[in-house]
């Protein structure tokens, strides 16, 4: 059963944006916190930006400013990250992760499967 599901990553040149979205099952009872990570290649996953169901956002410090990260309204099923003024540095693989539960469940953090973004510079 596919939990999330992602989508918008690619090539851009130094500069220019993306947005990627995440888009949860509609068997989650209930998400809490949605965010993105990264991981570049001989590093370790780290968190991009997260937002709670309440909206209240944090971001990496080296994304702050740059990227926007935005929740589905209605559901709040569905995340976004807006990435702009992107940087070389900002290639990694993206990864969506949700805390969720099925109903009659108990939360826990789920992983989507990534989609790439790579930077040109």
């Known amino acids: 059963q596919v939990q999330l599901v992602e989508s918008g990553g690619g090539l851009v040149q130094s500069g220019g944006s993306l947005r990627l979205s995440c888009a949860a099952s509609?068997?989650?009872?209930?998400?809490?916190?949605m965010g993105w990570y990264r991981q570049a290649p001989g590093k370790q996953r780290e968190l991009v930006a997260a937002?709670?169901?309440?909206?209240?956002?944090?971001y990496a410090e080296s994304v702050k400013g740059r990227f926007t990260i935005s929740r589905d309204n209605a559901k709040k099923k569905t995340v976004y990250l807006q990435m702009n003024t992107l940087k070389p540095e900002d290639t990694a693989f993206y990864y969506c992760?949700?805390?969720?539960?099925?109903?009659?469940?108990?939360?826990?953090?789920?992983w989507g499967q990534g989609t790439q973004v790579t930077v040109s510079s």
């Open positions: 992760n949700a805390n969720a539960r099925y109903y009659g469940g108990q939360m826990k953090d789920y």
């Open positions: 509609e068997n989650f009872f209930e998400i809490n916190r």
């Open positions: 937002i709670s169901s309440a909206g209240s956002t944090n």
